[in-house]
C-alpha cells in the first residue's frame, strides 16, 4: 500500500481525466451542431465509479466501525469511457445536438475541474510538507 498516495487521489486524478475528455467531447459536440445527422457524444465516468464501489461495498463488509474502509480496491480500474446517445432529434436533420444543454454541460464541467484540481493539489501540497518538514 503507498502512503503518500490514497485510493482517493487515484480516483480524484481519474475524475480530473475524465473531465479532460468530457471537455473534448463537449467542444467536439458543439463543433458539430450543424452537421445532419451527428449524434452528440457524452462520458460516462460517476456511473461506472458508483458500479465499482456497490460491487466492492458488497464483497467487503465491515464488521466494526474502526475497521479500515477498503470500498476503492478497484479504483485503478475505473476509467472513463465516451458513449454516443442516438436518442431521436427534434431536428429535421438527424442531429440531436443541443446548445442549452451543451454549453451549460461545459461550465459546470469546468467548475467540477477546478475544484477536483484544487482538492488534488491541496493533498499533494500537504504531503509535499510532510516529507520535507
Same mark, same amino acid.
Not at 493539489?121 to 520535507?132: H, P
Given at each position: 500500500?503507498?502512503?503518500?498516495?490514497?485510493?482517493?487521489?487515484?480516483?480524484?486524478?481519474?475524475?480530473? &481525466?475524465?473531465?479532460?475528455?468530457?471537455?473534448?467531447?463537449?467542444?467536439?459536440?458543439?463543433?458539430?451542431?450543424?452537421?445532419?445527422?451527428?449524434?452528440?457524444?457524452?462520458? &460516462?465516468?460517476?456511473?461506472?465509479?458508483?458500479?465499482?464501489?456497490?460491487?466492492?461495498?458488497?464483497?467487503?463488509?465491515?464488521?466494526?466501525?474502526?475497521?479500515?474502509?477498503?470500498?476503492?480496491?478497484?479504483?485503478?480500474?475505473?476509467?472513463?469511457?465516451? &458513449?454516443?446517445?442516438?436518442?431521436?432529434?427534434?431536428?429535421?436533420?438527424?442531429?440531436?445536438?443541443?446548445?442549452?444543454?451543451?454549453?451549460?454541460?461545459?461550465?459546470?464541467?469546468?467548475?467540477?475541474?477546478?475544484?477536483?484540481?484544487?482538492?488534488?493539489?491541496?493533498?499533494?501540497?500537504?504531503?509535499?510538507?510532510?516529507?520535507?518538514?
Amino acid at each position: 500500500m503507498n502512503l503518500l498516495v490514497t485510493p482517493l487521489m487515484i480516483m480524484m486524478e481519474n475524475k480530473l &481525466e475524465a473531465s479532460a475528455l468530457r471537455q473534448k467531447v463537449i467542444a467536439n459536440n458543439l463543433a458539430n451542431i450543424d452537421t445532419p445527422g451527428f449524434k452528440k457524444s457524452h462520458v &460516462e465516468f460517476e456511473d461506472v465509479l458508483r458500479q465499482v464501489q456497490n460491487k466492492d461495498r458488497l464483497s467487503l463488509h465491515k464488521t466494526d466501525t474502526r475497521h479500515i474502509d477498503l470500498s476503492f480496491t478497484n479504483i485503478e480500474a475505473v476509467k472513463a469511457r465516451v &458513449e454516443i446517445d442516438n436518442s431521436t432529434s427534434l431536428r429535421n436533420d438527424g442531429n440531436n445536438v443541443d446548445v442549452d444543454k451543451e454549453m451549460a454541460e461545459l461550465a459546470k464541467n469546468g467548475l467540477d475541474y477546478q475544484a477536483f484540481a484544487q482538492i488534488l493539489a491541496d493533498k499533494y501540497s500537504g504531503r509535499k510538507k510532510l516529507i520535507t518538514g
